[in-house]
């Protein structure tokens, strides 16, 4: 599914952010990636939906491979996959549920299905009471969840979600992590960068530490159950 | 269609920066037009002068009119002539107390020669074709002298060559300057939208669907700018026959409907380039 | 130092944000505001600062009423503020410390006081080594952490913070919540929106907690004992 | 400065934009410089030929020339008058003799009658002034006629006066219009810069401090556009005179810098005007 393969990514300004990472994720799998701010896992994230090429190393990620892959792969890859950013990214002039149905709108989905599609997608996070709202009339934690639900929307093989929970109370937590396991379970492999180690030890998912741009610890790994 | 749901969006978002976008356009091809205007109307002028174009063979003073007369059937079977007509000597006279009026006692004594005056047709009023059509003129007997104005055609020639190598130099360099500006106006809004479309992009949006809402707005502003430079053009060229009291031609129909296509073209080309560009620059 | 009586906020779009709210903090205290996303924490915020103004009743903060304030008013008072937003709101064509040190800038810091207070704010957040990037290459938590900077800097009477540490580690939040602290025990008041219950319940600092627009429980009120 | 820091990163980031600006600028005042180049040189033309109004009394045929030598001096007198020069029969005769050249036979006779010719001094040239001395002169008893042109001064004065309503309008209406188009090039400037006023704003810049960089930019936008407009007048002048052999006169110094000057208040116009309503819109 994602596999990085000696991965260093390097920013001219700022020095290393990933040095020869190597991290396989398999289909269906559910992994959540931790470490201290700035240790590299939004860019293990953009690596992976190649926002961000790697310095050196290959990304391939479902067959599309960083190294080969042209403009037009790469926009087919990401309408297979759920993102959620960090920075939500909405567009600002569209209601909730514009924002949500415009993600269905570029793949081409039927326009008949696409109401029906937002509307689920939109009461999975608790938002269907706000589908008319544009995201500066929402509070954080509801641009948060309409973020979720547009990565949601599009049922993707692959779901990479960072840090979805920052804005969200403890209820609300809970409620996105619930539907996050269920839709791994109906086979959606998730990927789910994160500060909330409660959620982390909660559950017995795979775990993968970053610090400095180095793995420090996966708890696939042979011999991690130290 | 999501498309034109953006373009209305985006038209209703910057209305200062889109009626600056229109009215370049429409400054662009109205400069344009105004040369097209001139252009037109240098044409019609050399079409009327053309028609007086005219190739007097003059006879020897009394020759008889039967030769003369069958030398002009012949001409008139020349590809090139429209008409070839016998002017005797006494017609000649009298066509000249007429043009000359009060002076005309001067003539009393019928000293004009008899002529063969000829018109050319369409197409073949160039300097060459006169210039043939009178040397084998200059072939029959009678003849004294061929008189054709040569200066005076090239002259008009060259004005007229002028005018279309001017015509198509300065069309073109407009219309680059058109695209400019468009392209121009378009990268603005384009910057307006960047992060936008930046973000079409993560959600998997290929270029061309990225691309269309702005060619579509590209297209419309195009259309307007054109339209609008027809309505110009057309009350500059009012305002000249107005106030210069210059009788002046408007486009044909299908001239007018091809500069409105032409404003649409501009505005897709300069829109095109310009998200072009952009996304090539990004991701 | 900051006084809501009978404060009601409607927004025409999406109803009633803040109904019949009445809160007081005073000088020097330690605020958290709490409760479920959409609950008005930020609204409550918003208006402390005069960002937003009330739909009915009035809001003072240090004097300044929100019924008769200028523009110059609420100029001169942001001045004196502090405040971290949810969204950071960063500038971002400058860098880190551009940005902190735009906030000096702003109220006519004597130039040559600029760099070491810009520096030393960095250095309390942790993000020295970042002082030159632009937002943009910053990770979330840094970029945060330079919105606290920002909210540092200028020595606020009152600072306002709205989750400040969604984006941070546990070790990076308790770093950010003892500064918090430093910075209350030199006499700042200080209001905290959060949705981090360990922080709320590691301290006995006074706790407000909201739902659908209305306090719903208030540590400092008679009988908050239960 | 940070200020000017703020237009430098704000020059750069949007080239295209503001080289928009700055032509759009360069051409309003453009427009306004080739017509005041215009209305300087209708001024220049209309010294030379108002130099040439001149009143003449002729006297009665067999006057003599004491009586009309002892009114010019009286005339010189006038405060209106700049010269007053008698012309006696013979000098008259000698003076259409040279002026016709090969017709002089016809005036053997010598009919023509002796005059007083007078000039006027500038500011006393206008219709009314010319009538007055006229009719003043009209007063002499040997005089039997006083010619001046009436018709010919009223039509130049005429003239004058449109072309000075004119140019005040003109002007005012192409300042407008360049004060308008600065505005909306500085009100997209600002809307790319929305989110940074919003969040100076909130950390409690005041509106001049957010302003400040944007007049700044207006005026350095506005100098540019006026030298800019200079040079393109001149070069306009420069060609005009070569192709057109025709000789004309430029702006005086002074009018130059004030022309940049006006680009430059245009300029800072123009922003203060958008930036306010921007600034009072929001929060
Ligand atoms: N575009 C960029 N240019 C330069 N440096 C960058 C860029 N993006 C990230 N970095 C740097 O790379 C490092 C890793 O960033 P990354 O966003 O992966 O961290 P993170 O683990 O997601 O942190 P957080 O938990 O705070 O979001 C950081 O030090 C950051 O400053
Ligand atoms: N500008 C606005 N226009 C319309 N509605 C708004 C606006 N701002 C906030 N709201 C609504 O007001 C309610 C309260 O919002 P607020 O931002 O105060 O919530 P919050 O407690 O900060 O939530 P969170 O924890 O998610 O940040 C929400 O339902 C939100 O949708
Ligand atoms: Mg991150
Ligand atoms: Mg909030």
Redesign the interface.
């Known amino acids: 599914m994602i596999r990085l393969t000696h991965v260093t990514k390097t920013y001219a300004r700022s020095g290393t952010a990933l040095s020869d990472v190597t991290l396989r994720v398999g289909k269906g799998e559910f992994v959540f990636l931790t470490g201290p701010s700035g240790a590299g896992k939004s860019t293990i994230l953009k690596l992976s939906y190649l926002e961000e090429m790697p310095t050196s190393g290959e990304v391939k990620v479902s067959g599309v491979s960083s190294a080969t892959a042209s403009r037009n792969d790469v926009a087919k890859l990401r309408r297979k996959l759920g993102i959620v950013f960090q920075d939500f990214r909405l567009l600002e002039n569209r209601t909730a549920e514009q924002n949500v149905s415009f993600a269905l709108e570029v793949i081409g989905t039927p326009k008949a299905n696409i109401p029906n599609k937002v509307a689920r997608a939109l009461t999975q996070v608790g938002l269907a009471s706000k589908a008319n709202a544009l995201p500066r009339e929402l509070s954080g934690g509801e641009q948060q969840r309409v973020a979720i639900a547009r990565a949601l929307v599009n049922d993707p093989f692959l779901l990479i979600a960072d840090e979805p929970t920052g804005n969200l109370d403890e209820r609300a937590t809970r409620g996105i992590f619930q539907l996050l396991r269920e839709i791994n379970a109906a086979g959606t492999a998730v990927v789910m960068a994160t500060h909330n180690l409660e959620l982390v030890r909660s559950s017995d998912f795979r775990t993968v530490e970053l610090d400095h741009g180095k793995i420090v610890f996966d708890s696939a790994a042979e011999g991690a159950a130290s | 269609m999501?498309a034109w749901r953006d373009v209305g969006?985006d038209l209703r978002?910057?209305p200062?920066?889109n009626?600056?976008t229109v009215t370049t356009i429409a400054f662009s091809l109205f400069a344009f037009g105004l040369f097209g205007l001139v252009a037109v109307n240098i044409r019609a002028a050399l079409l009327k002068v053309e028609e007086r174009v005219e190739i007097r063979a003059f006879a020897t003073e009394g020759t008889d009119v039967a030769p003369i007369a069958a030398a002009a059937r012949q001409v008139q079977g020349y590809p090139e002539v429209m008409s070839a007509t016998v002017v005797t000597e006494q017609q000649a006279l009298a066509r000249a107390r007429q043009e000359l009026g009060e002076f005309s006692d001067v003539f009393e004594e019928g000293f004009l020669p008899a002529s063969i005056d000829v018109r050319l047709k369409e197409g073949h009023r160039d300097p060459a074709s006169v210039k043939a059509v009178a040397t084998r003129m200059h072939g029959f007997d009678f003849v004294d002298d061929v008189r054709f104005g040569e200066e005076w055609i090239t002259q008009l020639y060259r004005l007229r060559n002028i005018a279309f190598v001017a015509g198509v130099a300065l069309g073109l360099s407009f219309a680059g300057v058109a695209v400019i500006?468009i392209g121009?106006?378009i990268?603005?809004a384009i910057?307006?939208r960047a992060?936008?479309i930046s973000?079409?992009?993560?959600?998997?949006?290929?270029?061309g669907?990225i691309k269309r809402p702005f060619l579509l707005e590209g297209m419309l502003k195009g259309l307007l700018g054109g339209m609008l430079a027809i309505a110009m053009t057309y009350f500059a060229m009012k305002s000249i026959e107005h106030y210069l009291h210059f009788e002046t031609v408007f486009f044909e129909r299908r001239f007018v409907i091809l500069g409105v296509l032409a404003g649409a073209l501009l505005g897709v080309v300069g829109s095109s380039l310009s998200v072009g560009r952009h996304l090539r620059q990004a991701?």
Chains 1, 3 share one sequence.
């Open positions: 999501s969006r978002r910057a200062v920066l009626m600056l500006i121009a106006t990268r603005m910057m307006a992060r936008e973000i079409m992009r993560l959600v998997g949006a290929t270029d669907y991701i």
